[in-house]
């Protein structure tokens, strides 16, 4: 069965384990995302990650973790999109949350559609890759 190896993942099209190691790639892909769009922000606004967790009376590690991808209590996501002057859905991770904690009907589309988008692109990009290196598709053995 034909599979590319993509950053130590092997997609196996058809196969339980290949729809797994797709799923893992994707929730990488979009936690990648999420750590470049976080960093961007706070130099957007030029600041340092000391002076962010200062302003925002958080410790410099636990904010630095955040901005690598980690959660942040929502005491500070506040501060933080009140500092930055932005709502606190542009912050990523779990401020897609209501009061009771749960996430809110539109904020499940808006994930479920946006995960469909970064299938639908990771599929084509395997495709293009498949088709402009064919030996790539082919197992060794």
Request: charged share 30%.
């Amino acid at each position: 069965m034909a599979f590319v190896k993509t950053a130590n993942q092997r997609f196996v099209p058809g196969t339980s384990r290949g729809r797994e190691n797709l799923s893992t790639f994707l929730a990488q892909m979009a936690e990648s995302e999420l750590q470049r769009r976080r960093k961007a922000m706070r130099r957007q606004h030029g600041m340092t990650q000391p002076e962010v967790a200062e302003a925002i009376g958080y410790g410099l590690r636990s904010y630095q973790k955040w901005e690598a991808g980690g959660g942040m209590r929502p005491k500070h996501r506040r501060k933080l999109a009140a500092l930055w002057g932005i709502p606190i859905g542009e912050l990523g991770g779990d401020e897609e949350m209501n009061s009771t904690g749960l996430a809110t009907t539109a904020d499940i589309e808006r994930i479920e559609a946006r995960l469909l988008e970064l299938q639908e692109e990771m599929v084509r990009l395997l495709s293009d890759q498949m088709r402009q290196d064919p030996s790539a598709g082919r197992g060794q053995g």
